[in-house]
């Protein structure tokens, strides 16, 4: 009886469908290939007739051969760390869809369909269900077949396209994208072929720096395969969407082209005279551009379309997402002309990790709060840009005027070189649209004011005292009225936190102390010490006028006073050197480890977001630092450098010193013994502003978490911590939060995931990662930050937590680092970094601790490989490569 139900069920299944009947409703079914081809009929496009295989077929076929549970058989410990047993069960699995027969239904329907249609030499093309989808792209992993004749050649490349859908591509990517194998079918689109005269690719936006107003376009003579599978350099444009002009042509010389044969394609040398010969003529190219944008309008998001030309016509054979482009900076200008943001936490901060949703809302808050106007503070900032969990700041404004230009490139600050070189470059292409669109710069300023918070001039105004306090006073009573500052307002906000009753209480809180803890206090800090930040270069300026030589100084930047960083450091040395003679290993009951981590557990690897739990929350990485000191039997040395540092910053004061009064500048020798002083007891602060900030955000993560208690008893989360994956708006919604967190989770860990974040953008979509510098292969160039020359192994790290491959004299390299990464420089030997400048967190820490770096160093992280060896020479910027990977 059941058997019988089956067979009737199997009657009923339809395993074929034309072309025009079928739309991005049945994507399950037919495949991201078929569902788009069905779209571009529906928007009245060019496309060659035919039907698509659905992926029912598919399934009855795996079913009548019995195939999933040998496939599972032989996936068995298959991963992507061992590539050779990864093909061999690839070749086997191939070889099992070849010997397996189509069932006979399916053929019935498939011969059905092919007659319909005519019967054509075909184009057979792979379409997976699991293609295309957002945060996926599977271009190019599956099979393709042209000029396929006849049915019984037919059959055979239906089977060989769904078997590439367990090729060693499409599984490593599987496995990489942690994708299961459960339940995957594929479609497979069978056209009539388009013998094509030329034939190419065209993007409705330019992949290559992601403006959409762009189009790029390639075209050679003959059939696709050519182009798609990188055989023959295809002529190029680049042409401009709004104006329709061609912005860039480039003809290649063209060496083959595909072409049909009795069966199937093959490569053939192209005539002499058509080598060199445009494929297309400016009318040609202006067509596709037209078919393009008909295209990207119908389906809303840029597309990569493959086209053919044969006896006049333009034929649209497949369209697919531009998968890779970034996307446009929200909300969107439009309308508003050129707009030009920066990268806010990649610049200021060196973070290019995203922001969790909590983490991102706060800065978007913190920014909202500065402004007076109260309508305006209950919209988005509009200068300040959201785009894949990062913040960009519009900064169009200020750089309509070229004199901002010099002060950009001659001033060096806190802002990362690479961005303000990348920034420089993007002035530069887009001047005469810039400078055209500016308006009085008094206005702006004014129109600014008016909206800014009158406390935030008032704060500046009322702290000009602790600036004159810092330098007037001695030393020691700066650092310690800025201690005495800091420590006073964590004290304020845990009082205030204990009078908090209600929910909303405990939101407008948090709004309110987030909002000061990332302005108002830092600065009060800081200014205390504000003096401090020019001692050196006033020194350097002094000395040059009787010294040639000043590199001595660089001995005075090391080892100071009063850096709660340092400190950090130097407590973690102790315990592993404790805890070893001890003979024990770290754990979270050693009273050690419990100190260390009630003072610095507040502290972790992304400072600003608060949806990033601190070492208290996850320990491990400090239990594994300790452990790796302790392996490295690196203590000793990392403690009695430190003070030989000291001594030596001690040393070089005299020595200066000395050398000025016998060149007879002994006025200028004490100002110089003064000032050096001065730096050595009060420059160590700076980390301090940073150390309070972060005290403070964990207590606001605490206040969240209480709520997230409450939503976790209200069944509105199914865990505490899951609120710092919604925003302050869902907190007071009222609504259920579950299916929203597991959205915002899935979206942050594929953003996790990625190496290259812009650091500049343009509301055309344009991305800048990096600068455009010429470099040879042994060499990359960046900036000089910390001094030394240095010789060693590469180890490429992303995060700190990954210290523990650390071993004693290697290169660090990495993005960027903050104080989470400082306990690390106690066992590197040098440090290149892609982001940063000689004022950054890792440069700072890295002169104190005499470790050569080098900062702005591009893709470092990604050109450069484990176990590399390196020369890099902190002085000139130069890192040398001295070894093959």
Same mark, same amino acid.
Request: hydrophobic share 35%.
């Given at each position: 009886?059941?058997?019988?139900?089956?067979?009737?069920?199997?009657?009923?299944?339809?395993?074929?469908?034309?072309?025009?009947?079928?739309?991005?409703? %049945?994507?399950?079914?037919?495949?991201?290939?078929?569902?788009?081809?069905?779209?571009?009929?529906?928007?009245?496009?060019?496309?060659?007739?035919?039907? /698509?295989?659905?992926?029912?077929?598919?399934?009855?076929?795996?079913?009548?051969?019995?195939?999933?549970?040998?496939?599972?058989?032989?996936?068995?410990?298959?991963?992507?760390?061992?590539?050779?047993?990864?093909?061999?069960?690839?070749?086997?699995?191939?070889?099992?869809?070849?010997?397996?027969?189509?069932?006979?239904?399916?053929?019935?329907?498939?011969?059905?369909?092919?007659?319909?249609?005519?019967?054509?030499?075909?184009?057979?093309?792979?379409?997976?269900?699991?293609?295309?989808?957002?945060?996926?792209?599977?271009?190019?992993?599956?099979?393709?077949?042209?000029?396929?004749?006849?049915?019984?050649?037919?059959?055979?490349?239906?089977?060989?396209?769904?078997?590439?859908?367990?090729?060693?591509?499409?599984?490593?990517?599987?496995?990489?994208?942690?994708?299961?194998?459960?339940?995957?079918?594929?479609?497979?689109?069978?056209?009539?072929?388009?013998?094509?005269?030329?034939?190419?690719?065209?993007?409705?936006?330019?992949?290559?720096?992601?403006?959409?107003?762009?189009?790029?376009?390639?075209?050679?003579?003959?059939?696709?395969?050519?182009?798609?599978?990188?055989?023959?350099?295809?002529?190029?444009?680049?042409?401009?969407?709004?104006?329709?002009?061609?912005?860039?042509?480039?003809?290649?010389?063209?060496?083959?082209?595909?072409?049909?044969?009795?069966?199937?394609?093959?490569?053939?040398?192209?005539?002499?005279?058509?080598?060199?010969?445009?494929?297309?003529?400016?009318?040609?190219?202006?067509?596709?551009?037209?078919?393009?944008?008909?295209?990207?309008?119908?389906?809303?998001?840029?597309?990569?379309?493959?086209?053919?030309?044969?006896?006049?016509?333009?034929?649209?054979?497949?369209?697919?997402?531009?998968?890779?482009?970034?996307?446009?900076?929200?909300?969107?200008? /439009?309308?508003?002309?050129?707009?030009?943001?920066?990268?806010?936490?990649?610049?200021?901060?060196?973070?290019?990790?995203?922001?969790?949703?909590?983490?991102?809302?706060?800065?978007?808050?913190?920014?909202?709060?500065?402004?007076?106007?109260?309508?305006?503070?209950?919209?988005?900032?509009?200068?300040?840009?959201?785009?894949?969990?990062?913040?960009?700041?519009?900064?169009?404004?200020?750089?309509?005027?070229?004199?901002?230009?010099?002060?950009?490139?001659?001033?060096?600050?806190?802002?990362?070189?690479?961005?303000?070189?990348?920034?420089?470059?993007?002035?530069?292409?887009?001047?005469?649209?810039?400078?055209?669109?500016?308006?009085?710069?008094?206005?702006?300023?004014?129109?600014?004011?008016?909206?800014?918070?009158?406390?935030?001039?008032?704060?500046?105004?009322?702290?000009?005292?602790?600036?004159?306090?810092?330098?007037?006073?001695?030393?020691?009573?700066?650092?310690?009225?800025?201690?005495?500052?800091?420590?006073?307002?964590?004290?304020?906000?845990?009082?205030?936190?204990?009078?908090?009753?209600?929910?909303?209480?405990?939101?407008?809180?948090?709004?309110?102390?987030?909002?000061?803890?990332?302005?108002?206090?830092?600065?009060?800090?800081?200014?205390?010490?504000?003096?401090?930040?020019?001692?050196?270069?006033?020194?350097?300026?002094?000395?040059?006028?009787?010294?040639?030589?000043?590199?001595?100084?660089?001995?005075?930047?090391?080892?100071?006073?009063?850096?709660?960083?340092?400190?950090?450091?130097?407590?973690?040395?102790?315990?592993?050197?404790?805890?070893?003679?001890?003979?024990?290993?770290?754990?979270?009951?050693?009273?050690?480890?419990?100190?260390?981590?009630?003072?610095?557990?507040?502290?972790?690897?992304?400072?600003?977001?608060?949806?990033?739990?601190?070492?208290?929350?996850?320990?491990?990485?400090?239990?594994?630092?300790?452990?790796?000191?302790?392996?490295?039997?690196?203590?000793?040395?990392?403690?009695?450098?430190?003070?030989?540092?000291?001594?030596?910053? %001690?040393?070089?004061?005299?020595?200066?010193?000395?050398?000025?009064?016998?060149?007879?500048?002994?006025?200028?020798?004490?100002?110089?013994?003064?000032?050096?002083?001065?730096?050595?007891?009060?420059?160590?602060?700076?980390?301090?502003?940073?150390?309070?900030?972060?005290?403070?955000?964990?207590?606001?993560?605490?206040?969240?978490?209480?709520?997230?208690?409450?939503?976790?008893?209200?069944?509105?989360?199914?865990?505490?911590?899951?609120?710092?994956?919604?925003?302050?708006?869902?907190?007071?919604?009222?609504?259920?939060?579950?299916?929203?967190?597991?959205?915002?989770?899935?979206?942050?860990?594929?953003?996790?995931?990625?190496?290259?974040?812009?650091? /500049?953008?343009?509301?055309?979509?344009?991305?800048?990662?990096?600068?455009?510098?010429?470099?040879?292969?042994?060499?990359?160039?960046?900036?000089?930050?910390?001094?030394?020359?240095?010789?060693?192994?590469?180890?490429?790290?992303?995060?700190?937590?990954?210290?523990?491959?650390?071993?004693?004299?290697?290169?660090?390299?990495?993005?960027?680092?903050?104080?989470?990464?400082?306990?690390?420089?106690?066992?590197?030997?040098?440090?290149?970094?892609?982001?940063?400048?000689?004022?950054?967190?890792?440069?700072?820490?890295?002169?104190?601790?005499?470790?050569?770096?080098?900062?702005?160093?591009?893709?470092?992280?990604?050109?450069?490989?484990?176990?590399?060896?390196?020369?890099?020479?902190?002085?000139?910027?130069?890192?040398?490569?001295?070894?093959?990977?």
């Amino acid at each position: 009886m059941e058997l019988e139900r089956q067979r009737e069920d199997m009657k009923n299944i339809k395993y074929t469908e034309l072309l025009q009947d079928v739309s991005q409703k %049945d994507f399950s079914r037919v495949g991201g290939k078929g569902a788009n081809l069905g779209e571009m009929i529906k928007a009245g496009l060019p496309v060659p007739e035919g039907f /698509v295989l659905l992926a029912d077929s598919y399934k009855r076929f795996m079913t009548a051969n019995n195939l999933n549970t040998e496939i599972d058989n032989m996936l068995i410990g298959v991963d992507n760390d061992n590539q050779e047993k990864l093909e061999e069960a690839s070749v086997k699995i191939r070889k099992l869809f070849e010997q397996s027969e189509i069932p006979h239904d399916v053929l019935i329907e498939i011969d059905r369909i092919y007659e319909q249609i005519g019967s054509p030499e075909a184009a057979v093309r792979s379409s997976a269900t699991a293609e295309d989808l957002p945060g996926t792209s599977f271009a190019g992993q599956y099979d393709t077949f042209l000029n396929v004749k006849g049915k019984d050649e037919l059959y055979k490349c239906v089977k060989k396209c769904w078997a590439s859908l367990w090729s060693a591509r499409a599984l490593s990517y599987r496995i990489k994208q942690n994708i299961d194998n459960t339940g995957l079918a594929h479609g497979v689109v069978i056209q009539k072929l388009i013998n094509a005269e030329k034939s190419g690719i065209l993007f409705t936006a330019n992949p290559v720096n992601g403006r959409r107003d762009q189009i790029l376009l390639n075209s050679s003579w003959g059939l696709g395969e050519a182009i798609v599978g990188g055989d023959v350099t295809p002529d190029q444009w680049i042409v401009d969407k709004k104006n329709r002009y061609i912005v860039e042509e480039n003809i290649a010389t063209k060496e083959i082209m595909t072409v049909r044969k009795e069966a199937g394609t093959e490569f053939v040398d192209v005539p002499e005279k058509k080598r060199k010969q445009a494929t297309l003529s400016q009318e040609e190219v202006l067509k596709l551009l037209e078919l393009g944008e008909k295209t990207e309008d119908h389906f809303g998001f840029p597309q990569d379309i493959e086209w053919a030309f044969y006896e006049g016509v333009f034929y649209l054979v497949q369209t697919r997402p531009i998968t890779s482009l970034y996307p446009i900076p929200e909300p969107e200008d /439009v309308g508003k002309g050129l707009r030009i943001y920066v990268n806010f936490l990649m610049n200021k901060q060196a973070t290019p990790e995203p922001l969790t949703p909590i983490g991102e809302d706060m800065i978007k808050k913190a920014f909202t709060g500065i402004i007076f106007n109260r309508k305006a503070r209950k919209k988005p900032f509009s200068r300040l840009k959201s785009v894949a969990g990062r913040l960009f700041v519009d900064v169009t404004e200020l750089y309509r005027f070229e004199r901002w230009w010099d002060k950009l490139a001659n001033n060096p600050t806190d802002m990362d070189p690479v961005t303000t070189r990348a920034l420089l470059q993007v002035l530069e292409r887009n001047k005469a649209e810039l400078l055209k669109q500016r308006k009085s710069l008094i206005k702006s300023v004014l129109r600014l004011l008016v909206k800014m918070n009158p406390w935030l001039p008032i704060f500046m105004i009322t702290s000009i005292p602790k600036v004159i306090y810092g330098a007037v006073f001695p030393p020691d009573r700066a650092v310690a009225k800025a201690f005495e500052y800091g420590n006073n307002q964590i004290k304020s906000i845990m009082q205030k936190r204990e009078k908090l009753q209600t929910r909303q209480e405990k939101l407008e809180f948090i709004e309110r102390q987030f909002t000061a803890f990332f302005y108002y206090v830092p600065l009060g800090v800081l200014y205390y010490v504000t003096m401090s930040l020019v001692y050196i270069e006033k020194a350097k300026k002094i000395m040059s006028k009787h010294m040639d030589d000043t590199s001595e100084l660089n001995k005075v930047e090391k080892a100071v006073s009063h850096n709660v960083t340092t400190e950090m450091g130097m407590g973690l040395l102790q315990i592993a050197k404790n805890l070893n003679r001890a003979g024990v290993h770290p754990t979270l009951d050693n009273p050690e480890v419990k100190q260390f981590l009630a003072k610095y557990g507040h502290r972790s690897s992304q400072e600003v977001d608060l949806g990033v739990p601190g070492w208290k929350e996850n320990p491990g990485y400090i239990i594994n630092l300790i452990q790796s000191y302790i392996n490295n039997k690196s203590y000793n040395e990392g403690i009695e450098k430190f003070y030989r540092d000291m001594e030596e910053a %001690d040393q070089a004061i005299e020595n200066i010193t000395r050398q000025l009064k016998e060149k007879s500048a002994r006025r200028d020798a004490r100002r110089v013994e003064i000032l050096l002083k001065k730096f050595r007891k009060t420059f160590g602060v700076r980390e301090l502003p940073k150390y309070i900030l972060t005290k403070a955000f964990s207590i606001l993560r605490e206040i969240l978490m209480e709520i997230g208690e409450e939503l976790q008893a209200e069944d509105r989360l199914d865990h505490k911590t899951d609120i710092f994956l919604v925003s302050f708006e869902d907190i007071r919604s009222g609504e259920k939060l579950q299916k929203l967190v597991r959205q915002n989770r899935e979206e942050y860990q594929r953003e996790l995931q990625k190496s290259l974040v812009p650091r /500049v953008m343009t509301s055309t979509g344009e991305t800048i990662f990096s600068v455009i510098e010429d470099e040879r292969n042994d060499t990359y160039k960046g900036i000089p930050v910390s001094p030394g020359v240095y010789e060693g192994p590469v180890k490429v790290l992303k995060h700190p937590e990954e210290g523990s491959r650390l071993k004693k004299g290697d290169i660090l390299v990495t993005t960027a680092t903050n104080p989470a990464w400082t306990p690390l420089f106690l066992i590197i030997g040098g440090l290149i970094m892609e982001t940063g400048g000689p004022m950054s967190h890792g440069s700072v820490v890295a002169r104190e601790y005499g470790v050569p770096a080098v900062a702005g160093v591009r893709e470092a992280t990604a050109r450069l490989k484990d176990r590399q060896k390196v020369r890099l020479n902190g002085e000139t910027g130069k890192v040398e490569i001295l070894s093959p990977e």
